[in-house]
């Protein structure tokens, strides 16, 4: 009896840089794991995603990170950062703080996708205010936004937690706010939900610098 292959979702960019950008090498490299009538979803943020064999699952993921492919799990985890497109600048707009802490926290699991998002300036074109966590380079620091939400009569601007951060202050509010919510959000209970239900308080009480 043959035995039938398995697939799973793989997220798939390019890292965090100059816009969302793809090389032709990298793009050679990913057909070699798909089969020929594939689909490939490319995502709002800035991802394809595509369905790759469970059992070479290691392999793939090595071989794309080799050509400068990131990798992320698809489901409930907290996503790449979405990015702005740092038109000002590497350093200036803080793009090591931006890789740093996509680092850090994706793919890690969550009650429920979460999307985190990041700007260079006030500007805001990475729009950080519209999704789960935000994150605005301001000057020498940065803000930290939750709750924001973009999609239908539910839309609504997220609220400003924290200013004047650090990187360090910055990395580990982020890291307690992803915390709480997973010890405190239900099953499947979208972020901005967890934030009316546990309290924008609560958890502005809870967190702390360190
Ligand atoms: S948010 Fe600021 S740094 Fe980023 S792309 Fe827009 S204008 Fe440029």
Redesign the pocket.
């Known amino acids: 009896m043959q035995i039938k292959r398995k697939y799973i979702p793989l997220a798939v960019n390019g890292g965090i840089g100059f816009g969302a950008k793809l090389k032709p090498k990298q793009l050679a490299v990913l057909s070699n794991y798909l089969e020929e009538d594939t689909e490939i979803e490319l995502t709002t943020l800035q991802q394809l995603i595509v369905t790759v064999p469970e059992d070479e699952l290691d392999e793939v993921v090595q071989k794309l990170e080799e050509v400068g492919l990131h990798t992320y799990p698809v489901g409930k985890f907290v996503k790449n950062l979405r990015t ?5 600048g590497e350093l200036e ?1 803080g793009m090591p703080v931006a890789k740093e802490l996509n680092r850090r926290i994706a793919g890690q699991e969550v009650p429920f996708t979460l999307r985190p998002a990041y ?3 006030p ?4 729009e950080p205010l519209m999704n789960d966590i935000g994150v605005m380079k301001d000057q020498e620091t940065f803000e930290l936004y939750i709750g924001g939400y973009p999609k239908g009569r539910d839309a609504r601007p997220g609220r400003l937690l924290r200013k004047n951060l650090s990187p360090e202050e910055l990395f580990n509010l982020v890291d307690q706010i992803i915390e709480i919510y997973r010890e405190h959000g239900k099953k499947r209970e979208k972020f901005n939900r967890f934030v009316d239900r546990f309290g924008y308080k609560q958890i502005a009480d809870a967190i702390s610098h360190q």
């Open positions: 702005c497109n740092f038109c000002k707009e700007t260079g300036c500007i805001g074109c990475g």
